[in-house]
């Protein structure tokens, strides 16, 4: 975009946009046109995303969008990053310091605009969407070409559990994502080899360790109605990759409100516990988690509980996005320091 946008008409203009979101489509097959050359078109979510000229004024507006930016070399390209779940990853920290924060968590629809951004991103259509920071249709009012993740365009968004996949989502789906925020950015080659860098760790992860057998509960947060991994999601990539039983997957919701005593009952080998920073919910660290099942009456009983076989992994690593190959080598670091012989 470039004609900037004042804060105050850009305020005007997002109270009175449309705020109707478009629905996700069916495929997550999210194509930039070949060359180099802009305009550039994205096909995302069933919106033809189009690309006039490279952005220079980048907002994110959940941590898996940013740190895929950042991974980029696209710090210098951002004027704000917001909805942070955990300290971002250590060696983006440089580059993530010289972006403003606009807020921890979801910021307002004007504090957006007041960074007269010429793109946005998101990870989640929570975010970017209906009854989140704005919409789509909103920003293209103004102007403002926006990306969702492709893996949101695989679920239905309706109702509680964060949504539901009908089939499983596959970390071709965060590469695409990769691809496709390159492409916005004609940084084509710094994608590939970022996409071939994810890929080969995956696949030195995957061949490291005999978990055949082995089963695991997924918890994100919350200890009053639990939201604990069904199959399809980020802890499902995990799940597949390293050859773990998910017990939760005969469930296609993403993240499942479960009560602890059906948990108790599918009584899992180990459990994984995301470590949350925000403050959104109970029982966001693991420290606090581990705390938990060591007193309720139902869960302390666990055998996992019992004998402490705990693995500890960011929650930024159990959404879909780059962070999710860390969660399988931290899983796997994890296991082998339960079972020291593996």
Same mark, same amino acid.
């Given at each position: 975009?470039?004609?900037?946008?004042?804060?105050?008409?850009? *305020?005007? $203009?997002?109270?009175?946009?449309?705020?109707? #979101? %478009?629905?996700?489509?069916? &495929?997550? @097959?999210?194509?930039?046109? /070949?060359?180099?050359?802009?305009?550039?078109?994205?096909?995302?979510?069933?919106?033809?995303?189009?690309?006039?000229?490279?952005?220079?004024?980048?907002?994110?507006?959940?941590?898996?969008?940013?740190?895929?930016?950042?991974?980029?070399?696209?710090?210098?390209?951002?004027?704000?990053?917001?909805?942070?779940?955990?300290?971002?990853?250590?060696? *983006?920290? $440089?580059?993530?310091?010289?972006?403003?924060? #606009? %807020?921890?968590?979801?910021? &307002?629809? @004007?504090?957006?605009?007041? /960074?007269?951004?010429?793109?946005?991103?998101?990870?989640?259509?929570?975010?970017?969407?209906?009854?989140?920071?704005?919409?789509?249709?909103?920003?293209?009012?103004?102007?403002?070409?926006?990306?969702?993740?492709?893996?949101?365009?695989?679920?239905?968004?309706?109702?509680?559990?964060?949504?539901?996949?009908?089939?499983?989502?596959?970390?071709?789906?965060?590469?695409?994502?990769?691809?496709?925020?390159?492409?916005?950015?004609?940084?084509?080659?710094?994608?590939?080899?970022?996409?071939?860098?994810?890929?080969?760790?995956?696949?030195?992860?995957?061949?490291?360790?005999?978990?055949?057998?082995?089963?695991?509960?997924?918890?994100?947060?919350?200890?009053?109605?639990?939201?604990?991994?069904?199959?399809?999601?980020?802890?499902?990539?995990?799940?597949?990759?390293?050859?773990?039983?998910?017990?939760?997957?005969?469930?296609?919701?993403?993240?499942?409100?479960?009560?602890?005593?059906?948990?108790?009952?599918?009584?899992?080998?180990?459990?994984?516990?995301?470590?949350?920073?925000?403050?959104?919910?109970?029982?966001?660290?693991?420290?606090?988690?581990?705390?938990?099942?060591?007193?309720?009456?139902?869960?302390?009983?666990?055998?996992?509980?019992?004998?402490?076989?705990?693995?500890?992994?960011?929650?930024?690593?159990?959404?879909?996005?780059?962070?999710?190959?860390?969660?399988?080598?931290?899983?796997?670091?994890?296991?082998?320091?339960?079972?020291?012989?593996?």
């Amino acid at each position: 975009m470039s004609t900037r946008l004042s804060p105050l008409v850009a *305020l005007v $203009a997002a109270l009175t946009a449309a705020t109707a #979101l %478009a629905g996700c489509s069916s &495929s997550a @097959e999210t194509t930039a046109t /070949a060359g180099s050359a802009y305009p550039v078109t994205i096909e995302n979510c069933g919106r033809s995303v189009v690309i006039a000229e490279a952005p220079q004024r980048a907002v994110s507006l959940n941590q898996g969008s940013t740190e895929i930016l950042l991974s980029l070399g696209l710090a210098d390209r951002m004027v704000g990053t917001a909805t942070w779940t955990d300290p971002v990853r250590e060696n *983006l920290a $440089a580059d993530n310091a010289t972006v403003p924060r #606009l %807020a921890d968590q979801a910021p &307002s629809r @004007e504090r957006l605009l007041q /960074a007269e951004p010429d793109f946005v991103s998101a990870s989640f259509a929570s975010t970017l969407g209906e009854g989140g920071v704005t919409t789509p249709e909103a920003l293209d009012k103004l102007g403002v070409p926006s990306y969702l993740s492709p893996a949101e365009c695989l679920k239905n968004n309706q109702g509680d559990d964060d949504g539901v996949r009908s089939s499983p989502l596959q970390m071709e789906t965060v590469y695409q994502e990769i691809t496709d925020l390159a492409a916005v950015f004609d940084v084509r080659d710094r994608g590939a080899a970022l996409v071939t860098q994810l890929r080969d760790r995956m696949s030195t992860a995957a061949a490291s360790l005999d978990t055949a057998g082995t089963s695991a509960l997924f918890w994100f947060a919350n200890q009053e109605s639990p939201y604990l991994a069904g199959c399809c999601g980020g802890p499902g990539i995990i799940s597949r990759t390293l050859g773990l039983t998910n017990v939760f997957a005969d469930t296609t919701a993403e993240w499942p409100q479960i009560n602890w005593e059906t948990a108790a009952d599918r009584d899992p080998d180990v459990l994984v516990l995301g470590d949350l920073t925000r403050k959104s919910q109970t029982a966001e660290t693991a420290a606090a988690k581990i705390a938990f099942l060591e007193s309720h009456p139902v869960t302390r009983e666990m055998t996992a509980v019992r004998h402490r076989r705990y693995i500890q992994v960011t929650g930024a690593e159990l959404n879909p996005s780059l962070r999710t190959v860390d969660g399988v080598e931290n899983v796997v670091r994890g296991l082998r320091e339960l079972s020291p012989h593996q």
